[in-house]
């Protein structure tokens, strides 16, 4: 006899690709002013900088990324029950492996190669760079970012790095875990989920054990690689039980109140436990430094049960019928939603929902080429920020439109190996 499982109902929730479209959109928006932050060294600096982007930054990062990759999860939930194991993990070779190879060869040296032209004294030409930045090694320590060399990096494209890494993880693991013993987990974990305040509770510690005792890796939007590694696990184990989702929608206001208050404890803790000179809050193992760590871990997982409980409610509320997940960037596992119908809004979120991987992909390499002449312009900041945000806008969906979306080969290139309804 076997005991009937309960699975979500297999429809979309197109919120979950909107908020998909904001993050990638947002990103460009986040790493503009990177270009004006007094403490991050990001590749093009402008003369005059400011400590007021830190704090703005804190407030989008403490649950942007970790949101993609809790919706990556979410998808693969749907993904690895329909295509099995071995099918899921040619789905992810292809439509993030490939756009990963390609580019890594042809527009991660980019940026790096703008950073050591900010130096006066640089005058290496691109193609006599391109050696050193390919000259590599293998560093399995580094896991999952095993190539790594002098000049090379995953750049942005760590996002991608880590999304294919866990995945490719995933798959096998699922094939070989017995069935019932996870089945009786879920279930437990189930009906823990109707005690109110569980949902926030019981996940957000995790997390905060592994932001304050791994500590936060600041070039990775200020998460560790293992804490993006649990967000993406929940997110996975968020998709197979309705009753995860129910619980969402009854605690959200309970999670902005939580969030609220931890950020307002926290955020001025980091501040403080940064002014000591040569003191790094992402890293030290102080009382203070390890307490604000695990206080953001902790909003971080408040802030996400938030905005899902709190779109679904609006969803549920206006349409009764209950969605299917889709992925993060390139991780879509039914590919873009259908065209909505009508409406110059629903046009646009569909084109942006089928374009989210390759405008993730080509949005740095324009940013910092157009920030390394704007940043010698003789204007305020302000000036600056908004034209570097406008033109790189406007720069990285005309090479999605021009380039990337008309033909076969680019749009496989960059991740859309199946054809958009949009």
């Known amino acids: 006899m076997t005991t009937a499982r309960r699975d979500p109902p297999q429809t979309r929730r197109p919120e979950l690709d909107a908020i998909r479209a904001l993050v990638v959109v947002g990103l460009v928006f986040f790493h503009a002013a990177l270009v004006f932050d007094t403490r991050n060294a990001y590749y093009v600096k402008n003369a005059q900088t400011t400590e007021a982007t830190t704090v703005v930054a804190g407030l989008a990062v403490v649950w942007a990324m970790p949101m993609l990759f809790l919706i990556a999860g979410l998808g693969s939930w749907h993904s690895l029950r329909r295509r099995g194991p071995a099918g899921f993990a040619m789905e992810r070779l292809l439509r993030l492996g490939v756009p990963l190879i390609f ?5 991660l040296p980019v940026p790096q190669w703008l950073r050591l032209r900010a130096d006066p004294a640089y005058q290496e030409s691109y193609p006599r760079f391109l050696p050193r930045f390919f000259d590599v090694r293998l560093d399995l320590s580094e896991f999952p970012f095993i190539v790594q060399g002098e000049h090379f990096e995953p750049g942005h494209l760590w996002f991608v790095v880590m999304l294919l890494a866990y995945a490719l993880l995933l798959a096998p693991l699922v094939r070989w875990l017995p069935r019932e013993p996870g089945r009786r987990i879920r279930e437990r974990l189930s009906a823990a989920m109707r005690t109110r305040g569980a949902i926030l509770a019981l996940p957000a510690v995790p997390v905060a054990l592994i932001t304050a005792l791994a500590g936060m890796e600041e070039p990775f939007a200020g998460w560790s690689r293992w804490a993006y ?52 809050p992402f890293t030290d193992m102080t009382a203070l430094a390890i307490a604000v760590r695990a206080l953001y871990g902790a909003a971080g997982w408040c802030c ?10 609006r969803r549920t509320a206006r349409n009764p019928e209950s969605p299917l997940p889709s992925a993060a960037p390139g991780g879509n596992p039914g590919g873009p939603p259908p065209a909505p119908r009508a409406g110059l809004g629903r046009r646009l979120y569909g084109y942006l929902a089928a374009a989210v991987l390759p405008l993730y992909i080509l949005h740095q390499p324009i940013l910092v080429a157009i920030a390394y002449g704007v940043v010698r312009w003789d204007a305020t900041m302000p000036v600056k920020y908004v034209t570097i945000v406008a033109a790189s806008l406007a720069l990285t969906v005309a090479a999605y439109e021009l380039v990337v979306r008309r033909t076969r080969p680019t749009r496989f290139l960059f991740g859309m190996w199946r054809r958009s309804r949009s």
């Not at 580019?103 to 527009?107: E, F, M, R, Y």
């Not at 931890?262 to 000591?276: K, R, S």
């Open 304 to 313: 996400l049960v938030a905005i899902l409980g709190l779109l679904d409610r």
């Open 103 to 107: 580019a890594t060869v042809a527009l």
């Open 229 to 280: 590694l649990l967000f993406f696990l929940y997110g996975f184990v968020l998709a197979s039980d309705e009753q995860f989702r129910t619980a969402m929608r009854r605690d959200a206001i309970l999670a902005v109140v939580s969030a609220l208050i931890l950020l307002a404890i926290g955020m001025p803790g980091f501040l403080i436990a940064g002014e000591a000179p040569g003191a790094n």
